[in-house]
Each structure stands twice: as structure tokens, then as C-alpha cells.
């Protein structure tokens, strides 16, 4: 891998595993996720036709679903595996590819300067553990973004792991959750499977602050599954179109509530570029 691409070795080894590709789609919290980022991404995006850069967009989760939309969308993730997934899936929509596939880093993007009408960074502020890695990816996401275009940036909530250990039994090694509290920095040492791999996790007014710090205007921000994720027959209220309605609504009529937001799995930043 090019050297620019400097990221944690465990971070490598975790999405080498080829995990990433049925995430969203397996779990209900991941189905939940999936689900409500949709729902966002076809409020705040502009109309198709439209160029959309999916910066960190793993192997197409939301890439291929928007080229099906008529959107032309060009695909960068820092791991080959997810981009040749990415490629491999296209091919399996030709009559609405991607336009583009390739490997690349957040923080250093090949496109010109304000080539596309958005930007989506709906992986990216993951993992990138120090904040002026996070303020360049930013910066790049606002640099190819045409004037007025929009950036949608996705973070992780710095209490995650809190919730999630108190609903499925994960506060074990209570030391790596106090670390996540006391400064967002998460590790999993042991690589114990469904504890993730090392990354950071926002408090809201932070991603809001590296957002404007960035130069980018802040439209809004969004929990994106509330706190729906941590109901525990979640799979169920998915599977029922009648119970899946309420719940989204419910999650909806709270989704900007400041008092709130913390309490959602992720979290979506919608900036604009003056």
C-alpha cells in the first residue's frame, strides 16, 4: 500500500477481514443504520443527475444503491479489498455502474478542486485518530466540493460503547469504555470480535467544531439511528413494514434534538461549502 495511506496496522488487518461488506445488511443495528442514512442522504443530496464522491465508501454500501439512482458516483476507500468489492458489485449493475473506483486516502484526494456536487464522508472520521487528520479530510471534502455543494460527514458517538456494553454485556473491560469516554480514543488490544477496531468517537459540538473549523457552513446535525439501536426486539420492528414506519418516524421527530444526540450509535453532519 502507498505509504501516504498511514493508517493503524489493526485497522488494515480489521477490514482485510471482508467484514465490511455485508455490515449493513446483516445485524439489525446495522439494518437500522443503513436504513436511516438512506433516508437522509435522499433529504439532503442534490437531485440526480448529480456528481457524489464517496470518500471511505467501503465496498458500495450506499455508492451502488445511488448509482442505481441515476447519480454519478465515484468510489474512493483507503483498503484495495473494498474497492475491488466495490468494483466486482458494479459490474453486477451495468445498466448503472459506478463511474469511478479507486484507492485512496481522505486526506489527500486525487479529484480537482470543485469537481463534484457532493461529498459523503460516511466512514473516513473513524478512524482518523488525530484531529488534524480529521480537520485535513474536512478540508479536502470542502476543496472538492463545488460552491454551494454539500458534505455529508458521519462520526461515531463518543457514548457508543457505553450504550451498547449496558444493552449487550460489553462493559467486561470496563477500562477500554472509560478511555472511550474520557477522550474518544477506542481501542480494542485483544481483537475481540463485535468491539471494533481502533477509531474515535465524537461528542456532537466536536464534530460540529472541526466541521466549521474546516470552513465548512453547518446545515445540521443528525442522530442517525437515535436511540432506536438499543431496543432490544429491534429485528423485529425491522422486519414488520407497519412497526418499521413507527420507528423511523419516532427516530425522525427526535433526529436534530441536541439533548439526544449523544445517545444515537452515529451521528450525521450536513455541511455546505460557501
Known sequence: ????????????????RGFEEGRLLGGAQGRLEYLRTMELLSRFLPPAPATVLDVGG??????????RDDYSVHLIDPIPLHVEQAKSRSL???????????????????????????????GPLYHLTA??????????????????????????????????????????????????????????????PGWFTTA????????????EEAGLLVDGLFGIEGPAWTIPDLGAWLENPARRTKLVDAVRRVEAEPELLGASAHLLLIGRRL
Do not use: C, W
Not at 467501503?58 to 448509482?67: C, K, S
Not at 474515535?200 to 466541521?211: D, G, I, M, N, S
Open 200 to 211: 474515535y468517537f465524537h461528542r456532537p459540538a466536536e464534530l460540529r467544531e472541526e466541521a
Open 1 to 16: 500500500m502507498d505509504k501516504r495511506y498511514d493508517f493503524d496496522a489493526e485497522i488494515l488487518v480489521y477490514y482485510g
Open 58 to 67: 467501503g465496498a458500495g454500501a450506499y455508492a451502488l444503491p445511488l448509482a
Open 92 to 122: 453486477g449493475q451495468p445498466e448503472a455502474p459506478l463511474a469511478g473506483a479507486e484507492v485512496g486516502d481522505a486526506r489527500s484526494l486525487s479529484q480537482m478542486d470543485a469537481s463534484a456536487d457532493a461529498v459523503l464522508l460516511l
Open 131 to 192: 484531529r488534524d487528520d480529521r480537520l485535513q479530510a474536512l478540508r479536502e471534502a470542502r476543496r472538492v466540493v463545488r460552491p454551494g455543494g454539500v458534505v455529508l460527514a458521519a462520526a461515531i458517538s463518543r457514548f457508543a460503547s457505553t450504550i451498547d456494553g449496558l444493552f449487550n454485556g460489553f462493559l467486561a473491560d470496563e477500562a477500554i469504555v472509560e478511555r472511550d469516554l474520557r477522550d474518544g480514543q477506542h481501542r480494542n488490544p485483544g481483537e475481540r
